[in-house]
């Protein structure tokens, strides 16, 4: 997903989505737009519109319901939740709290690899929000630097887009496995069952890029990364140039055999434990030059104001379905602490 930072609404883009006034673009990707907006107690959302391409499938729209709702049950430390959606509309939607962040994978693309100290306290964060997803017996399945925000105030994990409760039925899109070839598991890749020590595999190359600032498992396109994961049993990744403690947990995490994988929870524990400092503190956390990205963001971000509707260009979409979510459910599905 690019453009975090907030961006002009287009000639062509609704100016109101159910009930929720749309201020800035936010983001586009593969399945959506993405829109900055406010709940009715002044929250800031992340509003996503699924393109129309995908709105017209009766099976996607049966999946992204089903989601959808396994999103929903899951809230946790520094884990971007869901607070509305609708399946059902013309072109359905999802809404989430919004972070003013950059994406890791952008972040290490502009600045580089992360020091030491900073991804061993990302990887407690991430891996503290995956065990709350898998507590709430949901499979992330797509976890990965793109869906981790560097914030002023700690990572955050997101995107549900392609979660599913633990234990569903696999479903896949033109045939292919739902998820990102190169930040798949062994047994994803293979086509075998999925659990959450596919979510803690993921977390491991993560951690591996965001210290070195390339794949453990080489370059090449998506497919050929997959077909070198699929195989790591014979050959496994490369983790030069990763120091010590955080060397240790990543080749844990991509362990071929699922089952000698540590869990998220004992991932953010060892974390936790080999950090210099506490991983619930993030002054200055980040890199300068990372640092100067998020505020950057943060200062658009505050420049928008949020209690007016944004300028209307063109009738906006019709409403349908109200704004559900309350200031009282907001605070307690964002929590910041663990």
């Known amino acids: 997903m690019r453009g975090v930072v907030p961006e002009p609404l287009r000639r062509d883009d609704p100016r109101e989505i159910a009930g929720y006034p749309l201020y800035a673009r936010i983001?586009?990707?593969?399945?959506?737009?993405?829109?900055?907006?406010?709940?009715?107690?002044?929250?800031?959302v992340?509003?996503?519109?699924?393109?129309?391409?995908?709105?017209?499938?009766?099976?996607?729209?049966?999946?992204?319901?089903?989601?959808?709702a396994a999103g929903r049950r899951v809230s946790g430390y520094h884990l971007v939740p869901i607070v509305d959606h609708d399946a059902d509309a013309g072109r359905p939607w999802l809404a989430t709290h919004y972070v003013p962040g950059i994406p890791l994978d952008q972040a290490?693309?502009?600045?580089?690899?992360?020091?030491?100290p900073t991804v061993l306290q990302l990887l407690a964060c991430a891996a503290y929000a995956l065990d709350a997803v898998h507590t709430a017996g949901v499979i992330h399945r797509d976890v990965k630097p793109g869906n981790l925000l560097l914030a002023a105030d700690g990572p955050w994990l997101l995107d549900f887009g392609i979660a599913r409760a633990a234990g569903a039925?696999?479903?896949?899109?033109?045939?292919?496995?739902?998820?990102?070839?190169?930040?798949?598991?062994?047994?994803?890749?293979?086509?075998?069952?999925?659990?959450?020590?596919?979510?803690?595999?993921?977390?491991?190359?993560i951690a591996a890029v965001a210290a070195t600032g390339h794949h453990?498992?080489?370059?090449?396109?998506?497919?050929?990364?997959?077909?070198?994961?699929a195989a790591t049993d014979v050959a496994p990744p490369a983790l030069d140039g990763i120091d010590r403690p955080l060397v240790d947990v990543v080749r844990r995490c991509l362990t071929a055999d699922p089952d000698s994988r540590p869990s998220a929870a004992a991932v953010a524990e060892h974390c936790a434990g080999s950090a210099r400092r506490d991983v619930?503190?993030?002054?200055?956390?980040?890199?300068?030059p990372v640092a100067t990205s998020v505020t950057l963001i943060e200062t658009?971000?505050?420049?928008?104001?949020?209690?007016?509707?944004?300028?209307?260009?063109?009738?906006?979409?019709?409403?349908?379905?109200?704004?559900?979510?309350?200031?009282?459910?907001?605070?307690?599905?964002?929590?910041?602490?663990?």
Do not use: C
């Not at 453990?216 to 994961?229: E, K, M, Q, V, W």
């Not at 619930?280 to 300068?288: I, K, N």
């Open 280 to 288: 619930r503190d993030f002054t200055a956390w980040l890199p300068g």
């Open 108 to 116: 290490l693309e502009t600045h580089g690899p992360l020091p030491v």
């Open 27 to 44: 983001g586009e990707g593969g399945m959506g737009t993405v829109y900055l907006s406010r709940s009715r107690g002044g929250q800031p």
């Open 169 to 205: 039925a696999t479903l896949t899109t033109a045939g292919r496995l739902i998820g990102t070839p190169r930040h798949m598991s062994p047994e994803h890749a293979l086509g075998r069952r999925v659990t959450s020590a596919s979510d803690v595999f993921a977390l491991g190359l």
């Open 46 to 68: 992340a509003l996503k519109l699924v393109r129309q391409e995908y709105a017209d499938s009766p099976a996607f729209r049966e999946r992204f319901a089903r989601e959808v």
């Open 216 to 229: 453990p498992y080489g370059r090449g396109n998506p497919l050929a990364i997959a077909t070198r994961i």
């Open 300 to 338: 658009a971000f505050r420049t928008l104001s949020l209690t007016e509707a944004p300028t209307t260009r063109r009738a906006p979409l019709p409403p349908t379905a109200p704004i559900t979510v309350r200031d009282e459910e907001w605070r307690r599905r964002v929590r910041r602490d663990p």
